[in-house]
């Protein structure tokens, strides 16, 4: 048997990613019902798929369905697996996510999350990347359909930042890390690498300076300020974006900024409409950026029906009529994840997800903490308060908000995140760039109940099979040595 050379394990990394990209593109411009009477006769490389506003918006389709497999698996279960609120019912030694639950990743873990969430994001970016390439030719060559492609730069632009982004939250530390976050991130990548590309990890400021550069250019391509179709990226979305990010960064003004501008005049999903949004797929409810799960195979439901319930610290954290308990418990009152176990779903496909990438009560939440941080006490009073009275109603509001003073409103404020974004892979990200301590549940089945911030453990090993391919590729500390530093954990 043939041993591959270090170079050669690398070529043929790059040839079948490009080998994937292509095979999307042609997979959706012949499976794509938009498009049937697309000819893909001859269209033999990526170039000549993307030469044309029919192969960009093939190109778009399949940009979504790369990033569906990441959001809709191992990425967002690892930020609440790898969080405080949720619980494995016993203690397996093997199976989905308890790596990351007892905080054993292991960079050889190719096909488990480790390596699926640095390869899933990886193609995603690649897709979108593809169509910001080729996508100003076609401007040009049509420009009777200079809008309709401006409009697909636009989306592949934001969905280029959520790559860069998410990827940076997995395997760097948040960006508050350092002072001038100069610590490791992840690698900038604005094309697919070639053969003798070897491609450093950046740091973790110039990843979030590309992510806004990003989003800059993405905010003058798209128009809609509320979400038209809210299966697409749009202008709202950007503005959700970029909130998300500046509040990571602690850039409170910009943050507080972009979220109002994404609520706009929009309210809150009030009442049954609040619930209908997780058990209707067709509905909108206070979704701003939903990915669809047409004809795909959604990996959360199953998961959260049969494997990961809430942990009781998190049931202990809900009034007994929060209207949110009803998403944690199923109808026979047991503890289950319910936000992933739709009954209304189009097209009757039963193991379809759509999970939510941005919703108003995130913004809600954003602008409470920005404003907070900001000494805004009275603004951050009314964005949170709304989120409690919408769960509780007006008469415990009141009592609830009496019992926070300006001080310590900001208690209340993560904690009403915490209840309201479970199980939508915000829990552990939320904690690290507290800088908090990781406390499970006394009685939790992980071999890890306590960590203390900061942490080498707060982050994913980089993959095995990326640093034997790219010697420039730098590993994170600890989790990428091989050994499991017990000190580190249960101190």
């Not at 093939?58 to 698996?73: E, Q, S």
């Not at 994001?121 to 169509?131: D, E, G, K, P």
């Not at 060559?141 to 790559?163: D, F």
């Not at 089945?445 to 080498?456: E, G, L, M, N, V």
């Amino acid at each position: 048997m043939k041993v591959l050379s270090k170079n050669d394990k690398k070529m043929k990394t790059i040839k079948n990613i490009y080998v994937l990209l292509l095979f999307a593109v042609a997979a959706t411009l012949t499976g794509c019902s938009d498009f049937l009477e697309v000819d893909v006769k001859g269209k033999a490389t990526i170039p000549t798929f993307l030469s044309d506003p029919q192969g960009l918006h093939a190109a778009m389709v399949g940009t979504y369905n790369k990033m569906y497999l990441y959001v809709d698996n191992e990425f967002t279960k690892y930020g609440d697996v790898a969080g405080n609120m949720v619980s494995f019912p016993s203690a397996a030694s093997s199976g989905d996510m308890v790596a990351q639950y007892n905080f054993t990743s292991d960079e050889s873990q190719i096909t488990g999350a480790v390596g699926y969430i640095w390869r899933k994001i990886y193609v995603a970016q690649s897709n979108a990347n593809n169509v910001i390439e080729y996508a100003p030719a076609v401007i040009s060559k049509y420009p009777t359909a200079a809008n309709q492609c401006n409009n697909y730069l636009g989306q592949a632009l934001l969905i280029r930042a959520m790559c860069h982004f998410d990827q940076c939250r997995a395997y760097a530390q948040p960006y508050n890390y350092t002072a001038d976050a100069s610590h490791l991130g992840v690698p900038i990548l604005l094309r697919t690498p070639g053969a003798n590309d070897s491609p450093s990890r950046a740091t973790v400021s110039e990843v979030y300076k590309q992510v806004l550069a990003d989003l800059d250019q993405a905010s003058t391509l798209l128009t809609d300020g509320v979400a038209a179709d809210f299966r697409y990226a749009s202008l709202q979305a950007v503005n959700c974006m970029y909130s998300r990010v500046y509040l990571y960064m602690e850039d409170w003004t910009n943050a507080l900024k972009y979220a109002k501008m994404a609520i706009g005049s929009q309210q809150l999903a009030q009442g049954d409409a609040y619930l209908k949004m997780f058990d209707d797929l067709s509905t909108q409810g206070e979704a701003i950026f939903r990915l669809s799960g047409d004809k795909m195979t959604g990996y959360l439901k199953s998961f959260y029906e049969n494997t990961c319930e809430p942990a009781d610290t998190l049931l202990s954290l809900f009034d007994k009529d929060d209207i949110r308990l009803k998403l944690l418990r199923n109808s026979v009152g047991s503890k289950r994840c319910m936000k992933y176990s739709a009954t209304k779903v189009p097209n009757e496909e039963p193991k379809r997800d759509d999970p939510f990438i941005f919703r108003l009560s995130e913004e809600y939440l954003n602008a409470a903490e920005a404003a907070w941080n900001l000494g805004n006490y009275n603004e951050a009073r009314t964005y949170i308060r709304a989120i409690v009275e919408r769960a509780v109603g007006s008469e415990k509001a009141n009592a609830v908000m009496n019992n926070y003073s300006d001080a310590t409103l900001i208690n209340l404020i993560r904690m009403e995140r915490v209840k309201e974004l479970c199980f939508e892979g915000h829990n552990f990200f939320d904690i690290t760039r507290w800088k908090q301590n990781l406390v499970r549940e006394s009685k939790t089945t992980s071999t890890a109940r306590f960590i203390a911030y900061p942490s080498d453990y707060f982050v994913l090993p980089i993959p095995q099979d990326e640093l034997y391919a790219n010697t420039s590729m730098q590993p994170n500390p600890t989790v990428n040595s091989g050994s499991n530093n017990t000190n580190v954990i249960n101190e």
